[in-house]
Structure formats: structure tokens, C-alpha cells
């Protein structure tokens, strides 16, 4: 059963207090449920603590910067995380992508942009209604217990990835263009210069098993987008 947002509880790890402050408010009258973190590792033993839906994580963090944070937090956790990054550092954006994050969001924003980012990870992180279990060949995605399988081997996804297998298997053999992906797996436009769901797919190709080769690909298709294919084992 999909959580009420007001259910969500949010981690907001940065140590701009006024800057964290202000998000609180906002957020708690969207509807969140929200505490803040002012340190990397403080932020990290938070994350961890099994008490929370989301983490929105600041790059800039005294003691541990957020990226380690977020390398530390994916040995362990695939909890949803939206990284704030500097306008215009491209880098550490897609650092942060291919570490594992869901999403990111440059300093400054509108926290309505902030809270609509959420809003639509949480959409994608409940079960679905409808087509809640999917197989394509070798491929199983059960949505009600949000797990998914090639040839029996689980595999560990992130919001992101877990939304972007989804969108591929539901329209397997078909071309989907990133900017469908973005709009439909991760809840918002793609913008120029974007190369999160690029980044988000060589992750989620690198997680599938050896055995998974030639038999569940996800191909890309030059100025198109991408597709899911498959070939009877």
C-alpha cells in the first residue's frame, strides 16, 4: 500500500541550518515529516538508522562530503537520495548519479521543486496497483515487494534504477526516449545537458548478473533512447 507523503519522514543533511530551517517549514506544511542533519557523518548514522523514507543530501558537508556519505550509505542502504549540488559543477552531478543517487537538484531552488522531486520518488518507491508483478523472459519485477530478479539472482536497485527497469519492461522491444524515461520514472522533464538517465542505465546495466548477457539487454538506440530486448534462453 502506497505511505501517505505526511507518513514520510525526510533527512535533510546539510549544514546551511538557516538554509535547512527554511526547508523544514516548507516541507512539514506540504505534508513531510522532517529532521535535519548538520554533518556528513551525523548524517550517515542517520540515514542508517532505518528511521527514515528519503535523504536529501548536501554535497558540501564538514567531517565527510556527501559523495563519501553516499558511498558509504549504498554499501548498505538503497534508500532514495536526492543529492544538492553547485549550479553548473556537471561533475559532481554525475559523481553523485553513478554512486547512486536518485536524483539531484542545483543550489539555488524553489523548495516546491523540492518537494514535487520528492513526492515523485515516493510515487515510485510504492507499490503499483496495477501490473504489479512484470516478466520478461529471464526478468521478474514484483512491484508490491519492490524487488526484481534475472534468472533467479535479486538485484539491488535504487529508486531510480528499480523505476527505470519498470518503464523499459513494460514496453520491452520498444524504443523509449529518454526524455519518457525522465518524465515517467523519475517525475520530471529532462533538461538540456542532462545525462541522468544515461547514468542511471550504465549503472543498472552493470548490476545484471554475467549469466543475464545476451539474454536481458538494454540497448541504447543512437538519438532515440533506449530499449529493453530479450532473447529465449
Known sequence: MMLEMSSQHVLIVDDDRELSEMLRD???SDGWQVTAAYSGQSGLEQ???GDYHLVVLDI???EMNGLEVL?????KSQIPVIML???GDETDRIVGLELGADDYLPKPFNPRE???RLRAIGRRTASKAHSSRIQVGGLVIDHERRESSISGCALDL???EFALLSVLAEHHGQVVSKDELARIALGRELQAMDRSIDTHISRLRGKFPPSADGLIEIQAVRGRGYVLTTVAG
Not at 71 to 75: A, D, P
Open 26 to 28: 516548507y516541507l512539514v
Open 47 to 49: 540515514a542508517l538508522s
Open 60 to 62: 558540501m558537508l564538514p
Open 71 to 75: 558511498r558509504q550509505l549504498r554499501s
Open 85 to 87: 549540488t553547485a549550479r
Open 114 to 116: 523540492l518537494s514535487a
Open 158 to 160: 535504487t529508486a531510480a
